[in-house]
């Protein structure tokens, strides 16, 4: 799809890449939008073998995340990243669209 922009930090990739490493028939890390979750739709994190027909496809540093096109709706313009502190490790989606969104880090409104 032209004119979306989503892309992966340096560290998602790095992560998505040391994942799908010991997955032997799976390639791909897949992020959807599903309703539900405590602000109205949620994220869901999947790993995958092969893209779909009309899946946005991301590649970067060894790593491939496969969005399919109702969730880019949802997803138009947000940078994924992956964060390790003191909280945990954790995808974190940084959605433009998402006018609010909830402490779990994986639920947001539109």
């Known amino acids: ?10 560290a998602a990739a790095k992560r998505i890449a040391a ?17 539900g979750g405590c602000s109205g739709f949620s994220y869901k994190f999947d790993l995958d073998g092969a ?3 009309g899946d946005l496809v991301i590649e970067r540093d060894g790593a491939k995340l496969l969005i399919d096109p109702v969730s880019l709706i949802y997803m138009a313009g947000s940078e994924i990243d992956f964060v390790d502190n003191l909280l945990g490790q954790s995808f ?3 959605n433009p669209n998402a006018v609010a969104s909830c402490g779990c880090g994986t639920s947001f409104s539109v």
């Open 92 to 94: 974190q989606i940084k």
């Open 51 to 53: 893209p779909q027909d």
């Open 19 to 35: 994942i799908v490493a010991t997955e032997s028939e799976k390639s791909a890390l897949r992020v959807s939008v599903e309703g």
């Open 1 to 10: 799809m032209t004119g979306v922009n989503v892309t992966v930090s340096e």
